[in-house]
């Protein structure tokens, strides 16, 4: 049997998620293909209002516009081979694919998890510095933070690939999920990974906990803020704008934080498969809506790109 490196002998895997569902695959394919559609769509929507109104073109809806492609990139790379693998009776995977789709995975996703802080910040001196915020949130910051985001975000991905790619797999190759996931995959190395696991809950520490703390600091910083606002009005808004972003934030990492800030030997690969199923499907179609359709600004543009007459205020 041909091997991709030196310590691999296993050259297929076999994703077994969702394969004891029987019949129900075909009701899986069709519910999935639906969610991923209108996934695409509602990004898509975000992304062309953001690009065609002028209105929108700060640094708050370019992190927004960001965070929508990385999004419908990080859906791709995990749904179209689910719906595949629902049609097939395969579900055969290559060692090679496996492990780029999990570098992919892994990019996509640590750049969400930094997107979202960014925008978190972005909030922070919205509501605590809005005098300033033309001066402190410029095109250059905002630029240079999304390119962090992405350059750490995919280089901590590589690190983690690699670090799984140089295991030893001779056999079994049956990896209990619908893609290929760190853990699931590991369970499968005839080595001794404790070393490499430890280094691998260290990067999931750096990419899941730090940001969810910068955020939560943020967030005391603008609590502190809202409460001194003198009218009920003012603080209704910045509350409305607090609770959509708290409502990924805690819906995003608190999946991520159950699957990766957790013992090996507290895993559930079937459990493990309905939490995935929330942040590869349910965080992706749920920031377009918390993010944006639930912005004032942003429902405005929508009407006046689609051509619909835009309600005024009459003083």
Do not use: W
């Amino acid at each position: 049997m041909h091997s991709f490196s030196r310590t691999t002998m296993v050259t297929l895997f076999v994703l077994v998620g969702f394969s004891s569902l029987g019949e129900l695959q075909l009701l899986l394919f069709v519910i999935f293909l639906f969610l991923y559609l209108t996934i695409l769509l509602a990004n898509a929507t975000i992304m062309a209002v953001i690009r065609c109104s002028q209105t929108l073109h700060s640094p708050m809806y370019g992190f927004l516009f960001i965070l929508s492609f990385s999004e419908s990139c990080y859906t791709f790379v995990i749904i179209l081979q689910l719906l595949a693998h629902l049609l097939s009776a395969t579900k055969s995977v290559s060692f090679v694919a496996c492990v780029t789709q999990l570098f992919f995975f892994l990019g996509f996703a640590c750049t969400n998890c930094f997107l979202i802080a960014v925008i978190g910040y972005d909030h922070y001196v919205t509501i605590c510095h809005p005098l300033r915020y033309t001066l402190i949130t410029n095109n250059r910051l905002g630029v240079g933070l999304v390119s962090l985001s992405g350059v750490t975000g995919f280089f901590i991905a590589l690190v983690a690939t690699n670090l799984i790619y140089d295991m030893p797999f001779c056999g079994p190759n049956r990896v209990n999920h619908y893609f290929c996931d760190m853990a699931p995959v590991i369970k499968l190395a005839c080595a001794d990974t404790h070393v490499k696991e430890l280094a691998l809950f260290s990067l999931s520490i750096l990419v899941i906990m730090v940001p969810f703390l910068l955020i939560l600091v943020s967030y005391g910083f603008i609590f502190n803020t809202i409460l001194k606002i003198p009218s009920a009005e003012g603080k209704r808004k910045a509350f409305a704008t607090c609770t959509s972003h708290l409502t990924v934030v805690f819906v995003h990492y608190g999946c991520a934080s159950i699957i990766y800030l957790r013992p090996r030997s507290r895993s559930a690969s079937d459990k493990d498969q309905l939490v995935a199923v929330t942040y590869t499907v349910v965080t992706p179609l749920l920031n377009p809506l918390v993010y944006s359709l639930r912005n004032q600004e942003v429902k405005i543009a929508l009407k006046r790109v689609l051509g619909m007459p835009v309600a005024t205020k009459v003083i």
